[in-house]
T-cell receptor, first 112, second 112 residues
Framework: NAGVTQTPKFQVLKTGQSMTLQCAQDMNHEYMSWYRQDPGMGLRLIHYSVGAGITDQGEVPNGYNVSRSTTEDFPLRLLSAAPSQTSVYFC???????????FGPGTRLLVL | SQQGEEDPQALSIQEGENATMNCSYKTSINNLQWYRQNSGRGLVHLILIRSNEREKHSGRLRVTLDTSKKSSSLLITASRAADTASYFCATGGPDNDYKLSFGAGTTVTVRA
């Protein structure tokens, strides 16, 4: 199994541009989440999904959209990038009824 | 807002020594998990302790949980250079435990 994969690994955007961060998992996990990690802070939850077609907001959802059309994929869309969205983004998944989360390698995003 | 707070923020020890880090949290939890993050990588699950448990072991890891003090500790015994990483505690609440809340982490450096 590849586990949780994320693309791209690194991205530079200009303010106002939009983009989609990709996340996929091959473990058939029901739950998927997006976090951002900023220096000196823990991971903060952006959006999460408990199954295909079901998404909900986390702690810091503003400026981001998600959708979950399949169990495997959970893309994160930045609608109009801002410098405050410069961060490292992690996708994670877990099986329903189990607490352990599996994380992807992360996407480093720089917004100029 | 962050639920967990780790202490100390950074720790430097000699190879072979023990490393202890603490996590305090604010509200009732269902479980508490510890994750490790190597530089530039995603988080890896280390150990989980449930709210009705007081101590748990896994290899060189020992976790304690004191729900009356809302605190947990992670002990790494006989540290190795490969233990150099950041360590995060994450709490799962009783009502919505698929939304983990992470602390800011403890950075551990093990000197050869």
């Amino acid at each position: 199994n590849a586990g949780v994969t994320q693309t791209p690994k690194f991205q530079v955007l200009k303010t106002g541009q939009s983009m989609t961060l990709q996340c996929a998992q091959d473990m058939n996990h029901e739950y998927m989440s997006w976090y951002r990690q900023d220096p000196g802070m823990g991971l903060r939850l952006i959006h999460y999904s408990v199954g295909a077609g079901i998404t909900d907001q986390g702690e810091v959802p503003n400026g981001y959209n998600v959708s979950r059309s399949t169990t495997e994929d959970f893309p994160l869309r930045l609608l109009s990038a801002a410098p405050s969205q410069t961060s490292v983004y992690f996708c994670a998944s877990r099986r329903q009824g189990r607490e352990t989360q599996y994380f992807g390698p992360g996407t480093r995003l720089l917004v100029l | 807002s962050q639920q967990g707070e780790e202490d100390p923020q950074a720790l430097s020890i000699q190879e072979g020594e023990n490393a202890t880090m603490n996590c305090s949290y604010k509200t009732s939890i269902n479980n508490l998990q510890w994750y490790r993050q190597n530089s530039g990588r995603g988080l890896v699950h280390l150990i989980l302790i449930r709210s009705n448990e007081r101590e748990k072991h896994s290899g060189r890891l020992r976790v304690t949980l004191d729900t009356s003090k809302k605190s947990s500790s992670l002990l790494i015994t006989a540290s190795r250079a490969a233990d150099t990483a950041s360590y995060f505690c994450a709490t799962g609440g009783p009502d919505n435990d698929y939304k983990l809340s992470f602390g800011a982490g403890t950075t551990v450096t093990v000197r050869a």
